[in-house]
């Protein structure tokens, strides 16, 4: 059966530092990849997808990077980290042409102090 | 692009009650429509889709959703709610384009506490 692995499950860090998160899917493979980021009364917002190694889509301009240097890892980056950019973030996969169904992993709730 | 809307931050109601979820769409194409849920300090979980066909949907748990065209809504009900069903749901849809679809778009979420 197919697992996905998100990891740390909760991550305090001061401003400017970098951030790496990262997420492993098990039992699949040629997975599609996104990252999500969720804001108290906003909902999730979607931040990055991939579609296969070395290939990620930016949904919205940030402070914020992905990679996926394996066909089974995406991770989550940044350089130095803003106060906004605190939230709780989702690993999820999929499978086939889109997303007929996600499987989210556990989250990671960042906070920027 | 497509955007959700969830007309309820907060529904609460006591348990054995029935409740309803709204959720409306909008949509310049046809779509896919999900219901999915997330118990605290979890990922999300997918309770029910619609991709095509019969337009009730019946999901996990007891829950249903009526995906209904003219009024662009599928709202989520459940006859009879337990202590277990409080959590967020977050209703979702994605463009059904005919070829490769990866954004699903996400409402805000409604906080379904039930209470004893």
């Known amino acids: 059966s197919q697992t996905i692995h998100q990891w740390p499950a909760t991550l305090v860090q001061p401003v400017g530092s970098p951030l790496s998160l990262e997420c492993t899917v098990e039992g699949t493979s040629n997975p599609n990849l996104y990252w999500y980021r969720q804001a108290a009364g906003r909902g999730l917002q979607l931040l990055f997808y991939?579609?296969?190694?070395?290939?990620i889509s930016s949904e919205v301009p940030q402070n914020l990077s992905a990679s996926r240097p394996q066909d089974r890892q995406f991770i989550l980056s940044s350089k130095k980290l803003l106060l906004s950019d605190s939230g709780f973030y989702l690993c999820?996969?999929?499978?086939?042409?889109?997303?007929?169904?996600?499987?989210f992993g556990s989250g990671t709730q960042l906070s920027v102090l | 692009a497509q955007s959700v809307t969830q007309l309820d931050s907060q529904v609460p109601v006591f348990e054995e009650a029935p409740v309803e979820l709204r959720c409306n769409y909008s949509s310049s194409v046809s779509v896919y429509l999900f219901w999915y849920v997330q118990y605290p300090n979890q990922g999300l979980q997918l309770l029910l889709k619609y991709l095509s066909g019969s337009t009730l949907v019946k999901g996990i748990n007891g829950f249903e959703a009526e995906f209904n065209k003219s009024q662009t809504s599928f709202h989520l009900r459940k006859p009879s709610v337990h202590i277990s069903d409080t959590a967020e749901y977050f209703c979702?849809?994605?463009?059904?384009?005919?070829?490769?679809?990866?954004?699903?778009?996400f409402g805000k979420g409604t906080l379904l506490t039930v209470n004893p």
């Open positions: 991939s579609v296969g190694i070395g290939q």
């Open positions: 999820a996969w999929s499978q086939g042409t889109g997303t007929e169904k996600l499987f």
């Open positions: 979702a849809v994605s463009a059904n384009s005919g070829g490769s679809n990866y954004k699903l778009t």
